[in-house]
């Protein structure tokens, strides 16, 4: 028998380190080969470390939430034959399961126990027992699962019944929730909810959920943003109602295997035209060098809700894409993002954003900017508004942008000459469309 | 003969009715028990406490038998021990007798009224009673019946001639040469050890196929090598089928499907007992039954308005101190208090050679509700005090929730181990923890350690082992 090492292998171009998100197995289990073990994730990227070889697993390397350098040994498993380390590190001998007797000890424990008094200070303690879950006890709240008996001696269950109260409605806050004297006195000081099961009751429990994986990166992105960005947010309101006229009759003529055409982009269109006017909204601050990277490709971030949480997937090159094709790519980047398919580079490399919540999208939002960009738009609602126009109020579709700029680097002049031309180009499509 | 009103009415003055009754006395209520024998039921009179006495004089006896064949590794030599069975027997009469007058003096100290004779229900409100003078017609508010429960008869073994029941096994005035017992549950190993002790040679017919068989394996283990080492020969996985043609040898079916003749001056027929539900005009009530017990609810009502039943005519486990248990609340209760049965532990004991005591669940029924659980067991072979007392033999086992370590159930098999039902009832009904026997000072030298070490084994870090 020998011992095979597994280690971090390189998940990426230039990725360094990766984040633990999730076990597959757990000491003890038998893997086969090409068995996924883990899954890590890289910046934006989750990648499964699948097992090189059959065999038990001894050891795991990391935990969940922690960041682990390429190369550094995650696995170990005990293999047939040599294994592949060279140096054999003396293994963790399994202790005998517990419970079990062991006929054989029992000489031995005769002589200790006869000689007792010496062989309370001579026993050797027992070794900590390996992989022992540590046993984690809410301090107060319900412990017990739905229809469970409560937890009482029998001088509480005796006075609860005395004083009419259902201990399965009293929170036990002893150990393994067991309910005391005290839990009654505040149960009856709170007011007895005995007499409406159904009623309100406080909650006191408290779940602590670790943030890790995606929900960690999210975090330290919008700390990030928020605590070096000096955010400007302008909202202006666009008659979309010409665009809409537009969209809904494209929509009618495409041709079979065309995408549907949502708003996105006529806007990503709209702000391509804008960019060629004001290069400096598209582009890439590195503040600790002082240096402003204006792009000439202009590269769309799409922010895009999945089931773990927030992803940027990327539209590259969005000059060079006809309003179909940007259609097409926003769907296939949205449909790869939630299903976990979305490739590393189609997560990164942005150098704007767009942030729409579509139906869910308010009145107005204060979005907050893909750092290191220096700005981003936020697709609001679109309603029907009456509107002013100058004799009457018609009915108009309604839509407001939310945008925010790196106020650094963006003055609130520029901001808004690069919304109010969106602005304009949406309100007359045909703008987006003729050349020079 | 003058009607009797009353507000309750107990029937039946065991310890499940006498309890109830003296407890309802005290609380003021106004008290009839009725009773066809003297009071103290199987418990008193036939059961638990003549056996145990029995079982005492056997314990004894059986010592100083290997003490005068130079068994024992104490020194202690003796010359030609004997036994006088009639005496014995006074002993344990005498022991009733002051056990049965206390309970006669308790009830008038509690104001509670006896009437003695084979009572019968007209009613759910009204029973007769043929007392020594006549018919006494009984009005009541309340009724608790607690008939109690009688030894089963083996069809193929009727008792009568050398066919016994644990009862008649009681009043034998001499020992049986050759005893075949029916049934290995805990009466027929008790009265089986005990007769072996003062020499009778027997046998043990069990149809399951081992001992004990409401313990698990583990447990009974120790009882069985123990029986081996008296002589006792078991046979499991056969049955009874009748006696000879000179009632001189019981015919037994053996697991292997051959029939064998044992030798028998006594067959002593313990296959289990049964609800006393005839006879007492159980038919003139409308009372739902659940199998061949009484129905009852958690408070002892039974279907009938007014009418409450325990005991061992309520169901399983069939234990005195159930019953007592049962009586006290039902007494209260019809004094006004609210109560209703909540015990999370009913320990049962056998005064088998070793005692076995469990409370609790076993490490098996644990498992089977879907727990994922922790046992361990602390043997007697590494406790000092057990070591001293020539009571090696056996261990304690303690189960737990893995999850927060609640005790779900305790058991132990070994000498004298009956005594520690208190400790571990006492954990399973306060909800203690693992840590917390763990945590508790266990006096040295006792067994008790073993309990203290199990519980310190299950969360892996026993001392002595």
Request: charged fraction near 25%.
């Amino acid at each position: 028998m020998g011992e095979h090492v597994i280690k971090l292998p390189d998940v990426g171009e230039g990725v360094a380190e990766a984040e633990l998100v999730e076990w597959h197995v757990k000491v003890g289990d038998l893997v086969r080969e090409d068995a996924v073990l883990a899954a890590v994730m890289t910046d934006k990227a989750t990648v499964e470390i699948p097992s090189p070889t059959d065999g038990e697993v001894l050891w795991l390397g990391a935990e969940i939430g922690e960041t682990v350098a390429v190369g550094s040994p995650i696995v170990r498993l005990k293999v047939a034959g040599e294994g592949n380390t060279a140096v054999k590190e003396a293994p963790a001998e399994a202790k005998p399961a517990k419970g079990e007797m062991s006929r054989q000890n029992v000489p031995d424990l005769r002589a200790e126990s006869a000689g007792k008094t010496a062989s309370l200070v001579e026993v050797e303690p027992e070794p900590a027992p390996l992989e022992r879950p540590v046993p984690r006890l809410p301090v107060s709240g319900p412990a017990r699962d739905a229809g469970e008996r409560p937890l009482a001696a029998p001088a509480v269950r005796l006075r609860a019944k005395e004083a009419g109260v259902d201990l399965r409605q009293v929170p036990g806050t002893g150990p393994a929730g067991r309910i005391t004297h005290d839990d009654i006195d505040a149960f009856l000081a709170r007011g007895r909810q005995v007499a409406r099961p159904t009623g309100l009751a406080p909650n006191t429990a408290v779940e602590d959920v670790k943030v890790v994986g995606l929900r960690r990166k999210i975090a330290e992105k919008m700390a990030l943003a928020k605590s070096r960005i000096p955010h400007i947010t302008y909202v202006e309101e666009v008659d979309v109602t010409a665009l809409e006229d537009l969209r809904a009759a494209l929509n009618k003529e495409k041709a079979a295997g065309r995408p549907k055409l949502t708003l996105l982009p006529f806007l990503m269109r709209a702000m391509v035209r804008a960019i060629s006017e004001q290069p400096a909204l598209n582009a890439i601050y590195d503040d600790e060098a002082g240096v402003i990277h204006r792009h000439g490709g202009v590269h769309i971030g799409i922010a895009t809700q999945t089931q773990s949480g927030l992803l940027v997937t990327v539209v590259h090159h969005a000059e060079a894409r006809d309003i179909w094709d940007c259609a097409a790519e926003v769907a296939r980047l949205s449909e790869a993002a939630r299903d976990g398919t979305a490739k590393r580079e189609e997560l990164s490399g942005s150098t704007i954003t767009i942030t729409s919540l579509g139906a869910m999208g308010g009145v107005a939002t204060t979005p907050v900017i893909n750092h290191p960009e220096v700005a981003i738009i936020g697709v609001n609602k679109m309603m029907v508004r009456p509107v002013w126009d100058g004799t009457q109020f018609i009915p108009r579709k309604m839509m407001n942008l939310s945008s925010s700029f790196d106020h650094r680097v963006i003055d609130g002049w520029d901001a808004a000459v690069f919304i109010q031309r969106i602005k304009a180009l949406l309100e007359t499509p045909a703008l987006i469309f003729v050349e020079g | 003969m003058k009607e009797i009103s009353c507000k309750l009415l107990v029937v039946g003055a065991g310890p499940g009715g006498y309890v109830c009754a003296i407890r309802a006395g005290q609380l003021g209520i106004d008290t009839v028990i009725v009773e066809r024998d003297r009071p103290g039921g199987t418990c008193l009179t036939v059961g638990c406490i003549p056996s145990k006495a029995l079982i005492h004089a056997a314990d004894e006896f059986g010592k100083v038998v290997r003490m005068s064949a130079g068994k024992t590794p104490l020194g202690i030599s003796l010359a030609d021990p004997k036994i006088d069975l009639k005496r014995t027997v006074a002993w344990k009469d005498n022991i009733v007798g002051r056990l049965t007058n206390g309970v006669t003096s308790l009830f008038k100290k509690a104001g509670v009224k006896t009437v003695y004779g084979w009572a019968t229900f007209r009613d759910g409100k009204t029973i007769e009673v043929a007392t020594e003078t006549g018919l006494q017609v009984i009005r009541a508010e309340t009724v608790v019946i607690a008939t109690g429960s009688a030894p089963v008869e083996l069809p193929s073994l009727p008792f009568g001639g050398p066919v016994i029941s644990s009862t008649d096994a009681l009043a034998l005035q001499d020992v049986p040469g050759r005893l075949v017992v029916i049934g290995a549950g805990y009466i027929g190993l008790e009265l089986g050890t005990a007769f072996a002790k003062l020499g009778a040679k027997v046998t043990v017919v069990e149809a399951l196929p081992r001992i004990l068989p409401l313990y698990d394996a583990e447990l009974t283990r120790p009882v069985a090598k123990r029986l081996a080492g008296l002589g006792v020969e078991v046979l499991t996985g056969a049955k009874a089928v009748g006696l000879g043609p000179k009632m001189e040898v019981v015919r037994v079916e053996t697991a292997d499907g051959k029939e064998v003749a044992l030798p028998a001056d006594k067959v002593l027929v313990t296959v289990g007992r049964k609800p006393l539900t005839e006879g007492w005009g159980i038919e003139e009530l409308v009372l739902d039954m659940s199998g061949k017990f009484i129905r009852i609810d958690e408070q002892c009502r039974t279907s009938m308005r007014g009418v409450f039943a325990i005991g061992d005519v309520t169901g399983e486990p069939m234990l005195a101190h159930r019953a007592m248990a049962q009586g006290e609340m039902v007494a209260e209760i019809v004094a006004g208090h609210q109560r209703s049965w909540d015990k999370r532990s009913i320990p049962a004991v056998c005064f088998t050679d070793p005692e076995v005591v469990s409370a609790g669940l076993s490490p098996e029924q644990a498992r089977a509700l879907g727990r994922e659980v922790l046992t361990a067991l602390f043997p007697f072979q590494a406790n000092g005090r057990a070591m001293t007392m020539l009571a090696e033999e056996g261990f304690i086992r303690v189960t737990a929730r893995a999850d927060n370590h609640l005790v779900l159930g305790i058991q132990a098999v070994g000498q004298g181990v009956s005594e520690f039902s208190a400790a571990f009832s006492l954990a399973i009904e306060m909800g203690a923890r693992l840590e917390d026997i763990a945590g508790t000072i266990h006096a040295h030298p006792t067994q008790s350690e073993a309990f203290h070490e199990a519980a310190m084994r299950a969360l892996g870090h026993a001392v002595h082992i």
